[in-house]
């Protein structure tokens, strides 16, 4: 599907470029693809994986999830309120979903997340439970949710947050029940559930040198002396524009030196809003930071961005008047910072400046037919009229469109201006719309504007 979807990018260059002949206006053609960010880091033996959530896993949404990334995470869907709401009752809907999409593109999962302070269902933080009961509860959990996928999973987060900022544990169902050593239990009983797994803790604010990164290197330095089954410790890396911890690399070293795997597993950068041109540039070159970091350690398995498009982004809901924290806009429009995390990765391709970009997105599909969209938008440039043009891989057809004129010759398809929309200001977008049926698969095209 990647190498076919890579011919397509080629063929619809070419197919740009020799129907521009006499038609170079002041629309730039679209930028010379990079490989998918899948296949860049493959090539240098890393993943990059985003979060992700189940039920948008169709149309564009699933189409980047699938063509970019080589892990998931799901972002709620395995967390114990998920998968037990009621005592006894399962739903593992979306998690099932979520691996067997994954396993149809290649792609790891990573688990996420068994023991945790948060997102933990009503009957078991109500519950009055004596250690045993407790720590059965916590067992019995793991047994069932790891063994459900047991040889599926690549990792898990099998401990999250267990520390306070200064260093000290977290004050939890868990840790007030158990002890401490709730930690060594409960990985023990992940290794057990599927042994080749690799099980990690996880936590934020541990990305640079500070107290609890600290308390979490002392943690893991003693269970690897005490034997206890740890792979890997995920920083989350949730940070803010302009906060990427100088000592980074250092920090992901000191991991590694102890004999242990380091993934970024919730990268995301956050802006007050609205954020401006200058903003999305220096968030491209934190975002390469982090990468980089990571691909300079050898024991760093890789990058998770804790979802891909500002679409599906935990962050306006928990910071208001903040957000534009990932690598996708809202449309689907890649934003400096993939490109970035693209470079970091060993692309060669410069995103494109001061230009008009067209960028194609399914709004809706079902079984036969499909709701699209394509959105121009200009940045540094601007347009008096417009052409949109793409080809269907796939035997896509349309029937209908808005706010543009549409004609569909064979695979070939264009769209030009309507009489009231062709001119695009500098900073300004148009979009139109249009239904069109499809059968088998409905692979995204890419758009030239001429
Ligand atoms: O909080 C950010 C992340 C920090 N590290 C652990 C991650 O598991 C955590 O992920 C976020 C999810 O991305 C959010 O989607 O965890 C949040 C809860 O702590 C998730 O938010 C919750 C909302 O608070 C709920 O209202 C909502 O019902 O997502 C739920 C499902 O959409």
Known sequence: MRS????????????????????????????????????????????????????KLTGTYGEIAAREFNALTPGNAMKWESVEPARGSFNWAEADRIVAFAEANGQEVRGHTLVWHSQNP??????????????????DHIATEVGRYKGRLATWDVVNEPFNEDGTYRQTLWYNGLGAD????????ARAADPSAKLYINDYNVEGVNAKSTALYNLVKSLKERGVPIDGVGLQAHLILGQVPSTLQQNIQRFADLGVDVAITELDIRINLPADSAELAQ????YKQVVSACVAVARCVGVTVWGFTDSDSWIPDTFPGQGAATPYDENFAPKPAYHAIAEALGGTTTPPT??????????????????????????????????????YGAGQRISQSWNATCTQSGAAVSCSNASYNGTVPNGGSVTFGFNASWSGSNPVPVVTLG
């Open 182 to 189: 709730y930690i060594a239990q409960a990985l023990t009983a």
């Open 283 to 286: 968030q491209a070159t934190e």
């Open 4 to 55: 076919l979807r890579t011919g397509s990018t080629l063929a619809s260059l070419l197919t740009g470029v020799a129907m521009l002949g006499g038609l170079l206006l002041a629309a730039p053609v679209a930028q010379a693809a990079d490989a998918p960010l899948r296949d860049l880091a493959a090539a240098k033996g890393k993943v990059i994986g985003t979060a992700v959530t189940g039920s």
């Open 354 to 391: 001061g230009a008009c970009k067209a960028t194609y997105s399914v709004v809706s599909q079902w079984n036969s037919g499909f709701t699209g969209q394509v959105r121009i938008a200009c940045d540094g440039a601007s347009l008096s009229s417009w052409k949109a043009t793409w080809a």
């Open 122 to 139: 009503g009957w078991l933080t109500n519950g009055t439970w004596t250690a045993a009961q407790l720590r059965q509860l916590m067992t």
